[in-house]
């Protein structure tokens, strides 16, 4: 019986549909005689950080795993012996720049050769442009009877030098260090070489490499060209962070606005949702620095003109993962961290959060 009623809808389908392309159809549009005005935002932007979209993306720093916080601390870094230098590279945590992220470099030179250093990878390579302009800073603390200098360079896909700076001065204590050079050709998978020079052990954390030319030319900015296909898409809302990234494998993983705004080196890096959920395409390298955080996004929505449309957490990881829901006796705190947002966005400066 289900058999013969399919069969006779399908016809009866059928039958429609050829009495309808025999008909001749007459599309009248009256120009001069618009409808219901149609509000700008009703068409906007979702931005999630997925495929580094972010880290690697949008944000424009080029080194990858800069304060060595990944879940393999030197993930990105490789050790570099040059003119038969040697050294020991050792991830630590005592005494830390910060105590946030308390993981940074200890670097050791043989004293029988005096030269030793680490390369970075970047984000599959580092894009670098011909007479662009590149900042580069350290934070870094000598080692007790130590007498380091620092060569900071850009090396091209085929070994090529094409980028250099020296820095010296460093003390006992932790200092911020940074310097600014130009590279002389433009290449598409550079490395960051950084060469010791010297006796002696330094610590080395927030390793950062950006183009001076970011957009508004603001420091821990974004990438100008990206951010400028945005605003040319006219957005009248920005939505951030993402959708499954604010929920997150876990509810221990899920995106926390609170620790993405504040100084760059204070936010808390976190595993990256979406690193090891394609089984095909894996990447444990995936991390969120949260350098692109949410004071950055308003930044960003307020630049472009478009409504900023945030999103956080109401209390349950991926329910495709995890599954993960809070009890309703202890949503207090996620109710909170909504509220606390509005004052961050609209608040007076005098408010805690505002």
Same mark, same amino acid.
């Given at each position: 019986m289900r058999k013969i009623l399919s069969c006779m809808l399908m016809m009866f389908a059928l039958t429609l549909l050829t009495g309808t392309a025999q008909e001749s159809l007459r599309i009248v549009v009256q120009a001069d005689k618009p409808g219901a005005e149609i509000q700008p935002t009703m068409w @906007? /932007?979702?931005?999630?950080?997925?495929?580094?979209?972010?880290?690697? @993306? /949008?944000?424009a720093e080029l080194v990858k795993n800069r304060s060595f916080e990944f879940e393999f601390p030197l993930s990105g870094w490789r050790q570099l012996s040059q003119q038969n230098g040697t050294g020991r590279i050792v991830p630590g945590f005592y005494y830390p720049y910060n105590p946030g992220n308390p993981h940074h470099v200890s670097i050791f030179l043989d004293p029988a050769v005096e030269s030793f250093g680490i390369t970075n990878e970047g984000f599959r390579g580092m894009g670098i442009r011909k007479d662009a302009q590149y900042n580069f800073s350290v934070k870094a603390r000598l080692h007790e009877s130590s007498d380091i200098k620092?060569?900071?360079e850009l090396l091209s896909a085929s070994g090529q030098i094409i980028g250099t700076a020296v820095i010296s001065g460093f003390t006992a204590d932790w200092t911020n260090h940074k310097v600014s050079f130009a590279?002389?050709?433009?290449?598409?998978?550079?490395?960051?070489?950084?060469?010791?020079?010297?006796?002696?052990?330094?610590?080395?954390d927030m390793i950062s490499l950006f183009p001076a030319d970011t957009w508004k030319e603001r420091e821990n900015g974004l990438r100008k060209d990206l951010v400028q296909m945005i605003a040319d898409l006219k957005p009248g809302f920005l939505r951030f962070p993402g959708g499954c990234i604010v929920e997150g494998r876990t509810l221990e993983n899920r995106y926390q606005w609170k620790t993405t705004v504040?100084?760059?080196?204070?936010?808390?890096?976190?595993?990256n949702r979406w690193n090891l959920e394609i089984r095909n395409r894996q990447t444990p390298d995936y991390f969120q620095s949260f350098g692109l955080g949410f004071y950055e996004y308003f930044l960003l929505a307020e630049d472009i003109g478009a409504e900023p449309l945030p999103i956080v957490n109401c209390g349950m990881s991926c329910q495709y993962n995890a599954a993960e829901v809070v009890p309703l006796e202890e949503l207090d705190s996620y109710i909170q961290d909504a509220l606390d947002l509005i004052e961050f966005a609209n608040g007076e400066t005098s408010t805690r959060w505002g």
């Open positions: @906007g /932007v979702f931005f999630e950080d997925i495929n580094f979209a972010a880290d690697g @993306g /949008v944000y620092m060569k900071v590279a002389s050709d433009t290449e598409l998978k550079a490395l960051l070489r950084i060469t010791l020079e010297g006796k002696g052990a330094i610590d080395l504040g100084p760059v080196e204070d936010r808390k890096l976190i595993m």
